[in-house]
């Protein structure tokens, strides 16, 4: 499988998503039935745990099944939870509050086997995103092309070292967080 928002990004192709706060598989059949690319699943503010692997499961074989790829938003920066998301089949994760590259890196080590020609930290496991442990040849190289990791910019701190966190090897897009971004300036709402 590819992970077509990486591929359509990398194409410059436009990318149409929604995000779900039902958290009901069952908005996923029906989002596929509106011919749209990807639904978000915001973790950080609702849902279930990130670490429920098997409502992650659940959701992303519903997703698999009505051609809609899964955006998920991890509460934080965990390089436990990134790797959690991934061995569920997701393919795409947004980390919230990012403020550091030294943050960054290690999302980018978590989510990957191999980061800046050195091992990453991604691990193997029995898990639907691993294959239930069958890799063939070429499994880890194909697994690092697919993950697509965006941050999101949320406070003060991130700005001072914005253009330093975005050009980090591996970032896939980034996401302004208006509303968190907002009250670490002064001027909520």
């Given amino acids: 499988m590819t992970n077509h928002i990486r ?3 990398e ?13 009901s598989p069952v908005m996923l059949e029906l989002l596929g039935r509106v011919d749209v690319d990807y639904a978000y699943l915001d973790l950080e503010h609702g849902g279930f745990s990130p ?11 519903v997703a698999d ?12 920066a965990a390089p436990s939870m990134v790797r959690k998301v991934l061995d569920a089949g997701i393919q795409t994760v947004i980390i919230p ?3 550091t590259v030294a943050e960054v890196q290690a999302v980018m080590r978590a989510a990957h086997f191999e980061y800046e020609g050195t091992p990453g930290e991604r691990g193997f496991g029995s898990a639907p995103g691993n294959r239930w442990g069958v890799r063939p040849d070429g499994y880890t190289d194909a697994e690092d092309r697919k993950v ?3 941050l999101m910019i949320e406070t003060t701190a991130a700005l001072e070292d914005v253009q330093a966190i975005v050009g980090t090897t591996g970032v896939g897009f ?14 909520p709402q």
Avoid: C, N, W
């Fill in 11 to 23: 194409a410059a192709t436009p990318v149409l998503g929604v995000r779900i706060r039902s958290f």
């Fill in 174 to 187: 980034v996401k302004i967080g208006t509303g968190d971004l907002g009250v670490s300036l002064g001027v």
């Fill in 51 to 61: 670490y429920d692997a098997i409502s992650l499961h659940r959701m992303q074989m």
């Fill in 97 to 99: 509050r990012i403020e």
């Fill in 7 to 9: 591929t359509r990004l």
């Fill in 148 to 150: 697509l990791v965006g």
């Fill in 65 to 76: 099944r009505a051609g809609v790829s899964l955006v998920v938003r991890t509460p934080g």
